[in-house]
């Protein structure tokens, strides 16, 4: 069994930070992909950012340079650093995670979602 399980949700106060961290665990040989969605009340799910294991990541065009997302792929973990936080910024953040489990091969994962709430 295969876990994704996501940390570091909260309320800040707008121009605030915060760092969320996400960890993959389980019946796994590696994680290729891993990253960050929100959806807000009444909106699509959008990507937030995401990094591959080789080092690439990209970016939702609503970060602006605010965010920055990191792993470390001994721990199987990834992070999302957020700066300079709106209220527009407010949604619950999945975690992602397209990962090599060893017996149904290559699978994508979702968190259950953290809440980030930016008040004004």
């Known amino acids: 069994q295969v876990q994704v399980v996501e940390s570091g949700g909260g309320l800040v106060q707008a121009g605030g930070s915060l760092r969320l961290s996400c960890a993959a665990a389980g019946n796994i040989s590696s994680v290729n992909v891993m990253g960050w969605y929100r959806q807000a009340p009444g909106k699509e799910r959008d990507l937030v950012a995401r990094l591959s294991s080789s080092g690439r990541a990209d970016y939702g065009d609503f970060v602006k340079g605010r965010f920055t997302i990191s792993r470390d792929n001994a721990k199987k973990t990834v992070y999302l650093h957020m700066n300079s936080l709106e209220p527009e910024d407010t949604a619950v953040y999945y975690c992602?995670?397209?990962?090599?489990?060893?017996?149904?091969?290559?699978?994508?994962?979702w968190g259950q979602g953290t809440q980030v709430t930016v008040s004004s």
């Open positions: 992602n995670a397209e990962a090599y489990d060893i017996a149904l091969g290559l699978r994508v994962y």
